[in-house]
Nanobody
Framework: QVQLVESGGGLVQAGGSLRLSCVAS????????MGWFRQAPGKEREFVAA???????SYADSVKGRFTISRDNAKNTVYLQMSSLKPEDTAVYIC???????????????????WGQGTQVTVSP
């Protein structure tokens, strides 16, 4: 079980940018695939982006080209750089982690075992 703490959420105008950070407690952070999910009021938690142990990335179609996920193993941190934000991006963004013995990329809620508390991102028109 990994403790995950997100930060960087806030209020931005449409078209603006924001960078989220997620710090993990796990010393062997490099052995974990990391992901970002989001959940808006009344909606299911949805996949946003993920990154494998080796740095291979995967994105939801809705954010492809606008969001970038990255990781810094020396800092036990995963980032989500968001640009060209839209009001429909408004949601609680949640960091997730999953230990993987291989360089796989989980993309579902079921594929991740550890979750953070989430950080609110609000995009105004």
């Amino acid at each position: 079980q990994v403790q995950l703490v997100e930060s960087g959420g806030g209020l931005v105008q449409a078209g603006g940018s924001l960078r989220l950070s997620c710090v993990a407690s796990e010393r062997t952070f490099s052995n974990y695939a990391m992901g970002w999910f989001r959940q808006a009021p009344g909606k299911e938690r949805e996949f946003v982006a993920a990154i494998s142990r080796s740095g291979v990335t995967s994105y939801a179609d809705s954010v492809k080209g606008r969001f970038t996920i990255s990781r810094d193993n020396a800092k036990n941190t995963v980032y989500l750089q968001m640009s060209s934000l839209k009001p429909e991006d408004t949601a609680v963004y949640i960091c997730a982690a999953q230990y993987t013995p291989r360089t796989t990329i989980p993309r579902t809620v079921e594929g991740f075992g550890s979750w953070g508390q989430g950080t609110q991102v609000t995009v105004s028109p």
